[in-house]
């Protein structure tokens, strides 16, 4: 049995790797900026920021029912639209306390909103699937009355929603240096699907076409513009 | 008299239990200091500082391979961290936290560079980009920073922050955005790399 060769180097953190340092002058600087009239910083709590943001969207759903109520809609599709609402509200808080609770930067909390960021919108528009009672042709729905309903309908969502991942956003603001997109693709879904229920209790509508296109692509884009903004409001 | 006493000693007693329960700051962990420098502890942060700056500084010229930039770099970074302090949230990792401000702040910068005006120099021209091909020097430690510089960028912000920062191919992961097995695959194929370049320094006597 003949004995491994050496190799030429050592293991690479044994090696002499320089240890650069800046210059007096510099760390002097950053030293005085960062200690002038130091003075301790209010701190919003983890418990807090989650309170705030459930507290948003339970406001749009109230506002939604709200709004069910004075149209005349029926009561039992009101109750309906409750329930859903209620469902999904369990759905948003789980992914508010899975995705925001745990302290950023422990690997397994990435992976766990890698999935949820996956599995909230698949799940939600399954959901929209099944509730939906009657199908019409595309043409008959992109046509009249039916189209610009669900114009409305996605417009009033899309609002609702934006205030929701806004306060969620805003909530978090600054909290995350290491993943913001996917923090902010998280405070999209859940403000998207907050927005897509609380219109949802209001809406006679259970036309297969206006729920996916008014309810559901409302979460699609709202995912994709929390991605956009998390860079920029939940970094540091 | 005795009522103030009474009063007294429950209060002293919550005092040297609170003085007792704060290790002192050369023991604290990055984390303790962190959270005592958001308290308002000036000192704290000076030893976080200590703490901190020799591997931010190193990961910042390795991405820069320019100390003018690494420095301003190096200040940018802490007064993000200064700002953003309060949005620390307890039981973070401190490092990985600081190291993600400072690669934001360095794409931030080259993403506004590549539209920066170049200066022109005195005849009117545009400067000629330099690409020399530099020999490795005597000093093992000067080659290694040398053949560490050849490497594409990848391999080798991989390498710095798990090998000389002192990462966790995890934690590496979350700063660079990307998964353990990437990391550990770049590590790899840069460590391979680096073998190569370093193969002629260990041939010359």
């Keep these: 049995m003949s004995t491994p060769k050496p190799g030429p180097l050592p293991e690479l953190a044994d090696l002499p790797w320089a240890k650069p340092e800046c210059r007096e002058e510099v760390s002097a600087a950053i030293r005085s900026a960062c200690t002038k009239n130091l003075c301790p910083v209010q701190r919003m709590s983890s418990r807090m920021r989650l309170t705030l943001c459930i507290a948003a969207s339970s406001f749009v759903a109230a506002v939604g029912y709200w709004f069910g109520a004075r149209h005349n809609r029926s009561e039992l599709g009101l109750r309906m639209g409750l329930l859903g609402a209620l469902g999904w509200a369990i759905v948003q808080a789980a992914v508010l306390f899975m995705g925001f609770g745990p302290p950023r930067g422990r690997v397994s909390t990435r992976t766990v909103r890698l999935v949820l960021a996956v599995a909230v919108p698949v799940l939600f528009l399954g959901y929209l699937t099944f509730s939906a009672w009657s199908f019409v042709p595309f043409e008959q729905f992109s046509h009249g009355a039916r189209a610009s309903h669900a114009l409305s309908c996605g417009s009033v969502a899309l609002f609702f929603g934006a205030l929701v991942s806004g306060g969620v956003l805003l909530a978090w603001r600054g909290t995350d240096p290491l993943t913001p997109r996917l923090s902010g693709t998280l405070a999209g879904l859940i403000g998207g699907v907050g927005g897509a229920l609380a219109v949802g209790i209001g809406c006679p509508s259970h036309e297969a076409w206006h729920l996916w296109v008014s309810h559901g692509v409302i979460v699609l884009a709202l995912g994709v513009m929390g991605c956009l903004a998390g860079r920029r409001l939940l970094a540091p | ?205």
């Design chain 2, 1 to 205: 008299m005795t009522s103030y006493s009474v009063n007294m000693w429950p209060a002293l007693e919550v005092a040297r239990l609170t003085f007792e329960r704060l290790p002192s700051l050369a023991e604290s962990t990055s984390e303790q200091l962190m959270e005592r420098y958001v308290d308002g502890e000036a000192e704290a942060f000076e030893f976080l500082y200590r703490r901190v700056s020799p591997n931010l500084m190193g990961y910042l010229l390795r991405l820069t391979r320019n100390r003018e930039r690494a420095e301003d770099l190096l200040q940018i970074t802490f007064s993000k961290i200064h700002r953003a302090r309060g949005s620390f949230l307890k039981g973070a990792p401190v490092l990985p936290w600081i190291l993600a401000i400072a690669r934001r702040s360095f794409l931030d910068e080259r993403r506004s560079a590549q539209v920066r005006t170049e200066d022109l120099s005195p005849d009117g021209s545009l400067p000629e980009q330099q690409h020399e091909e530099r020999a490795l020097p005597a000093e093992l430690s000067d080659a290694l920073e040398v053949a560490l510089d050849r490497l594409p960028e990848t391999y080798r912000e991989a390498i710095v922050l798990t090998k000389i920062t002192g990462l966790s191919v995890a934690e590496a992961a979350t700063v660079l955005g990307s998964t353990e097995t990437a990391v550990k695959l770049r590590v790899h194929r840069g460590y391979n790399q680096l073998r190569k370049e370093l193969e002629q320094y260990s041939r010359t006597p």
